[in-house]
């Protein structure tokens, strides 16, 4: 255990061992409590740094820490949070979820909340050191399971940094069993038209190159399937859709993620449900074994976004968004007067919040109905 701590600690979550001096760490620090006051009220934060050093594992966080803040969270900005598909997961075997990427902090959050409902292990959560603004807010996620992937590194060390995460991962799932997830791309796919990065499996296959069909199976792949009924970041993506049109070089910048970070966790969600497809591993079996290296990633990547397309949970403003999109009445059924009506003043009431110069309405009501309706689209091309 010491070495395999020792090898990966760098990227991996802080060994239990280190959890109560890290605890101590974060209690101490100005700015933790500046950003976590909020989310634990109305507990009184003496009440609650006392929970807080009280645990002696990553597990004791986030079952007394992270799992109450969370389900405080749930209840204030979500209608319902439900999951389907636990029959796909097989008990006592390690696997790696695969998901499509709607908030930078949510989606691996709510899984755990719900893995914990249904008495199942917690997964070890991806995270982008871009995101770790803050030596705190990488504290904090490693506290929660978390693992780094290490995105600001020169084009020379990508290699090595590459092949020591697939190494990590395949510890993670096959030797300690450990459940973990990775969203299915680097960063949110801001227009909810999911596409699996084959340089995602490339990565994941770089623990045995040789063999890449078996390194994919060796980790028991099971495409995770997110849909949130509304995304509070929907105006703030669109936004930066036409920044971006209108200046190519335009980059987002620190302020504007931890407000997207912050507008993610604390806006209304609606509906939200996580659905789990079927594990890739007969699939990938089934892909010839004359096929080449690049085209057997390609196939994967085709078979995990079929089973994310498949899996989605669709809510009225889906199918409006999909039939203004297509510009027909295809799932007029699915929807009533009533909701076309409410989607044409949401959609009003997102654009009205952006404020940038020359403001294109139709531009960002076309970016913003793609959002809602590129996952029907999509549905339909996995029939």
């Not at 990227?11 to 061992?17: H, K, M, Q, T, Y």
């Not at 979820?97 to 909340?113: C, K």
């Not at 004359?290 to 085709?302: D, F, I, M, P």
């Amino acid at each position: 255990m010491t070495e395999r701590m020792n090898r990966f600690n760098d990227i991996s979550p802080i060994p239990d061992s280190k959890v109560p001096e890290t605890i101590e760490r974060l209690m101490a620090n100005s700015y933790f409590r500046r950003a976590a006051e909020p989310f634990v009220k109305p507990l009184p934060w003496e009440e609650f740094t006392a929970i807080m050093g009280q645990c002696r594992t990553k597990n004791d966080f986030q079952r007394h820490v992270i799992y109450p803040a969370m389900k405080q969270l749930i209840a204030k900005t979500t209608a319902e949070m439900r999951g389907a598909g636990w029959e796909n997961i097989p008990e006592g075997t390690g696997n790696l979820f695969i998901s499509n990427h709607r908030d930078i902090v949510l989606d691996a959050a709510f899984l755990n909340i719900l893995m914990i409902d249904q008495d199942k292990p917690t997964t070890e959560i991806a995270i982008g050191d871009n995101l770790l603004i803050y030596p705190w807010i990488e504290e904090l996620v490693r506290l929660n399971k978390s693992f780094t992937v290490k995105r600001s590194v020169s084009v020379r060390q990508k290699l090595e940094v590459s092949k020591h995460l697939s190494e990590y991962i395949h510890d993670t799932v096959n030797r300690r069993a450990q459940p973990a997830w990775i969203a299915q791309c680097e960063g949110r796919a801001k227009d909810s038209n999911d596409k699996t990065q084959v340089s995602l499996l490339k990565m994941l296959t770089l623990h045995d190159s040789t063999n890449p069909a078996r390194a994919l199976q060796d980790l028991h792949i099971i495409p995770l399937s997110i849909s949130y009924e509304l995304d509070p970041c929907d105006y703030l993506k669109a936004k930066e859709f036409q920044l971006k049109r209108d200046n190519p070089d335009y980059k987002k910048t620190e302020a504007d993620d931890i407000e997207n970070m912050y507008t993610g966790i604390m806006g209304f969600k609606g509906r939200v449900a996580f659905r789990f497809g079927t594990c890739i591993d007969r699939a990938v079996g089934d892909i010839p074994e004359t096929v080449g290296r690049n085209e057997l990633l390609e196939k994967a990547a085709s078979l995990i976004d079929r089973e994310i397309y498949r899996n989605y949970t669709f809510f009225p403003f889906n199918y409006v968004a999909y039939d203004l999109m297509t510009g027909t009445g295809r799932f007029s059924s699915e929807y009533t007067d009533e909701d076309l009506s409410n989607f044409n003043t949401y959609l009003q009431k997102q654009i009205d919040k952006i404020n940038i110069p020359n403001r294109d309405d139709d531009f960002l009501r076309e970016k913003i109905i793609g959002m809602y309706g590129n996952t029907v689209k999509n549905n339909q091309l996995a029939q």
